[in-house]
């Protein structure tokens, strides 16, 4: 009895197995995918989405799209215009080494995920933002009022066509918005994919803790400026990133007036199709926006203030033969800032294409075409 109890036991217990491997075989099939995926596998899909985003985009999209320095910073979509070796005995800005330490404590996939994130934000920023909705500057909106001052005077300041140069914040929080994703992705990825890759950007940004919902500096460490034909059109983005950093390392008084005045300068280039192929291109800008900062009609600086932007200019330069060096940035600043403190009438306006032809000129003399630094020294002194 109880062996026959024991082989009906087994015999139930053995049908059971059976049964229950016949569910376990059957819910897959029924019910794919069974796994969850990994926050490897979640990183891996949304860098091809982005990709994708990116390859999908009209071809002039990001044309003449200028970031404020070359960041150290992975991103997909970035494109990277250094094309020669380092300069000899050249040693890089305070923020390009910041930069360089935050993202070489990324492990591989941290990576990956914030080059990802960082390209999306990006696109979103420059071309489904709007400055027609209230804008917030700053991790918390500490920046709003300097910013919205700023791009109000440099409208009035420089003699471009300004109402349509917009103003946007680069926030590494809108990538928790599925309905800001979906417009970004919306884009350039095929239109079935959209609504995925969208809810996996914003899950991606809460699996990978680094990423710290979308607040780590490094996402939108950067600025830039963008032409007409763009996508998205004319405009200015400013990143939390960048001003969390730049006030880390105690530029803070001149930061927002100093970047934007610079990213301003670009527009003042686009305006009038003046696009050199070497470093005047970035220290043109620095040019115009130390002019602005130390002219009357522009925010007026002091010695001090005027020498901090010049600091700031300095410690985005780098060794790559691509925004100019740290010397080279800070001398193109001094020299707009001395064109505004060496004025006959301080509130004479010297005209755009005036600012451009002499900068023009003076470029030579900062950059040696010898790169000798001796020379930049003297025309500095
Ligand atoms: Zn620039």
Redesign the pocket.
Known sequence: MRTGTGQLGRALAAAGALAALAVATAVPAAAAPADPSTVEQDVAKLNQYVTDLYNGLPPTALRDV?P?FESPIPQIGRQNRTTKGPIPGCTEGSLLTYANKLAAQLTPLESQALGAVSGLSQLYTQAVATDKTPQVFGTDGQYTPRATATIDKLRGFWDIESWDVQLVPWKGTDLGSVEKMKQTFGLGLAPAQVADAAALATKVLYEVPVLQGGRNPLLTLNAF?APADSLGGKRVMLGDGLLDTVNLLGYDDVSVEAVVG??YG?QVDFAHDNHPLNESS?MG?DAYGGYFVAHAKGDAWDARLQQETTYLDASIGDCQHSHGTPDQRKAAGAWGEQQATGQDNPNEIVPSATMIKNFQEEYPILVPPAGDPSTVAAARG
């Open positions: 200028d404020l400026s610079h990213e670009h970035e800008p």
